[in-house]
């Protein structure tokens, strides 16, 4: 078999798996292609249908697998992942591609074929790692999209591209081109969403409206998570701004899975930070929130009920998010490395969980895991080295014998290029008055390069250093 395309791989059935494709051209049109489609994909409650305005839409059952592409090219057809995985050879999914013309690539959901019950994604992995002679027969593929065929791009219109999908693929046991419905109203596609897919247990549908918008529609999804830090409203401090929430594995390590934003209304924030603002711990993690706040790391006591409209366990480029991961003990909270986890989309507060514990079995990880395959493997915290400190001023002001102070801090982290997770700058304002309510405010704000950064700290001076304040040190 011919080395130009894709190389390597292992025996699977009559054909083989994870072979990688050596073809860099093709491998950023791939990339290129999950990159733009997933920029227009968003995830839409089933509530909210009614908000799609009257025009034509496409709807179609969301198949639960993997965005790969069935490409035909240089006189071989085989199977490519966007992060450049090849299934190729005498498998059947490739077989029924007999009609595919050369010069074609087509976009498609790789799934596991089962009996049962509906297609998961978790059994996809669990598909392609089978061996023996009838490995392969798990494995189909939805086509859904084409980047071209036959050397040429497809129509714009989709019914247009479905057709041309048709033409080209046979509808048979492991490859088919994905059933579309055309609707007009967001009610009709809801009718459709309560008739079809909540009685069979589908994953979703997928509408694809006429302004270029794609939709995912599934039901709500559930989780349980224990919170361990919070975020402040700049100016109403009372109030919870987002809730840190983490998830624990069998070993009892805590995953922060992510944060939540909508806690519903002020009386819900102001709940939150009497609950949490006496149980603060020391922290050797640092976590911005996406205001750039960094969070207040507490004890964790408490289980928050919360639902998503979606998980996301792949990234644009096929890879997955990564999670850090924490202990606590006594002595606060220590970073323990990072693990593979899922992307929570637009996740929103239910309730408060008292009847839960937030243990292994209460805020278990393999909540996550129920939906998508997440290897559990830890990788080890980096050794990163520690920040720069770039600029360094103190102002202070004496009123009615109240002392105020006000400093500003520019950090150069060190860390961004090793860990993404962090920022190149960070700038740090401290404002101190005595004769507060609340003697103490912090503000917090990353910036991707020094320029950025200093132009921050200047808007803090020139917002905060008036007449009456005294420079009293660098």
Known sequence: ??????????????????????????LETLQVYKRRVAGTYRSLPPARLGELSAAKMWVSRKVDGETWFLVHQSGHVFLASP???????????????????????????????????????????????????????????????????????????????????????????HLQVVETQEMKTGLEVFLHFESQVLPSGSEGLVVRH???MIYKVKPEISLDAVVIGY??????????????????????????????GNLGDDAQRSAWFERLQGLSAPSQIRRASDSGGLYQFVKPNWVAEFSVTDLQGELSDGSQPMAQTGTFTESGWARSGSMPSASLIHPVFKRLREDKAPDETGVRFAQLQDYMPLTPSMSPALALPPSTLVRREVWTKTTKGQLAVRKLL????????????????????????????????????????????????????????KKGWEKVGL
């Open 410 to 465: 520019v950090w150069q982290t060190n860390k961004s290029a090793q860990d993404d997770r962090y920022p190149a700058f960070v700038v740090h304002w401290t404002d101190f008055s005595a004769g507060r309510a609340e003697p103490l405010d912090r503000d917090v704000r990353p910036a991707p390069d020094e320029p950025t950064a200093q132009a921050i700290a200047q808007e803090f001076i020139d917002a905060n250093i």
């Open 83 to 173: 992060s450049g995985r090849v299934l190729a050879g005498d498998l059947p999914v490739l077989k029924q591609a007999a009609k595919l013309p050369e010069a074609s690539i087509v976009a498609g959901e790789l799934y596991a074929i089962t009996a049962e019950k509906r297609e998961r994604v978790g059994d996809l992995a669990a598909a392609l790692a089978r061996d023996g002679a009838d490995a392969a027969k798990g494995i189909g593929f939805m086509a859904f999209d084409a980047i071209q065929l036959a050397g040429q791009p497809l129509p714009i219109a989709y019914e247009e591209k479905i057709q041309a999908l048709k033409a080209c693929l046979a509808n048979d046991t």
């Open 210 to 212: 006429a302004n270029g």
């Open 1 to 26: 078999m011919s080395t130009t395309l894709f190389t390597g791989g292992q025996k699977f059935g009559a054909g083989l798996r994870d072979a990688r494709l050596t073809d860099a051209a093709m």
């Open 231 to 260: 975020t402040v409203k700049a100016d109403q401090p009372k109030l919870c701004r987002s809730l840190l929430l983490a998830m624990r594995g069998t070993d009892g390590t805590y995953v922060i899975v992510g944060a939540c």
